[in-house]
């Protein structure tokens, strides 16, 4: 993972997943498979409280649920631009944060995943934050890991 230095209100993060570029689109896109990884180490977000409408103008909403003392962390963006399985990006209509994820074909079956938000609010730019969202990545890189050990075997 790359961490490139960010301006106040930027983050630019760069992943490597050994996964089919469709298929790390796809995760980020169905709820079948956001279940299994959408939020950091310590949180859960149950099947029930995703909603993914991939289309320009759709929603995408979440509750983590903090798995020790049961807290919700409710998370909403709308879609602003979806071209499969090239990219993503949404708003936060509260905050006006903005993600742009762009995943990049790799060959031999390895996605580069870019993220790149904007307007960021401070809480989120916090070193602890910052730490939680790279193991929501870990997070997918395990699953993904799961998902190809499954179609190999």
Same mark, same amino acid.
């Given at each position: ?63 983590? #649920?903090?798995?020790?003392?049961? !807290?919700?962390?409710? *998370?909403?963006?709308? $879609? &602003?631009?979806?071209? @499969?399985?090239?990219?993503? #990006?949404?708003?936060?209509?509260? !905050?006006?944060?903005? *993600?742009?994820?762009? $995943? &990049?074909?790799?060959? @031999?079956?390895?996605?580069? #995943? ?40």
């Amino acid at each position: 993972m790359n961490d490139h230095p960010a301006e106040l209100g930027e983050i630019h993060l760069t992943r490597i997943f050994a996964a089919p570029w469709d298929l790390v689109f796809r995760c980020m896109i169905d709820a079948d498979h956001l279940t299994h990884f959408w939020g950091p180490v310590g949180m859960s977000t149950p099947r029930e409280t995703i909603i993914v409408d991939p289309r320009p103008g759709g929603v995408f909403e979440t509750i983590m #649920v903090n798995d020790a003392d049961g !807290s919700h962390f409710p *998370t909403r963006g709308i $879609f &602003v631009e979806v071209t @499969e399985p090239e990219r993503l #990006v949404w708003r936060d209509p509260d !905050s006006g944060m903005t *993600t742009s994820t762009t $995943f &990049v074909d790799l060959g @031999e079956d390895r996605t580069e #995943v870019h993220i790149h938000q904007t307007n960021v609010p401070d809480f989120i730019l916090s070193p602890e934050a910052q730490a939680g969202f790279k193991t929501s990545l870990d997070r997918l890189d395990a699953y993904l890991a799961a998902l190809s050990h499954r179609r190999t075997a």
